[in-house]
């Protein structure tokens, strides 16, 4: 009986890819790629949305952080082929915050070739 609650707890993570959660003004999406290219995937599309991305920004062993503007970004590797993205626009939690955070995370997923 153990291994049934294993498949639910394994089918709902798969299900959480490409999906995006809002929670106190941070948005965030986890993606079936590795820590290296989808942190340069995140610096790409934060740039394609206008945030102010220093050059030479590397992730560490597990995780990255990017801040440009009013942008702060992590990027926390998960395993070796799960890695999440949570973003966080301005102070507060508002409409055109999730539309900036859904764009930068949107644009990981095309930079990544994913959902």
């Known amino acids: 009986m153990p291994f049934a609650g294993c498949v639910a707890v394994a089918v709902g993570a798969a299900a ?21 290219p989808t942190f340069d ?12 991305v220093p050059e ?13 503007g009013d942008a702060r970004v992590r990027v926390i590797s998960r395993d070796e082929k799960v890695t999440s993205v949570l973003v966080r626009i301005g102070t507060f939690d508002t ?8 764009r930068i995370l949107d644009g990981v997923a095309q930079r990544l070739g994913v959902r």
Do not use: Q
């Not at 959480?16 to 290296?36: D, P, T």
């Not at 995937?41 to 102010?52: L, Q």
């Not at 409409?95 to 859904?102: A, D, N, Y």
């Open 41 to 52: 995937a995140t610096v790409e599309s934060m740039r394609a949305e206008g945030f102010p």
């Open 16 to 36: 959480a890819f490409g999906v995006i959660k809002h929670e106190n003004n941070e948005a965030s999406r986890y993606y079936e790629a590795a820590l290296k």
């Open 95 to 102: 409409e055109e915050h999730r539309i900036k955070s859904r």
């Open 56 to 68: 030479g920004l590397a992730p560490g062993t597990k995780e990255g952080e990017i801040a440009a």
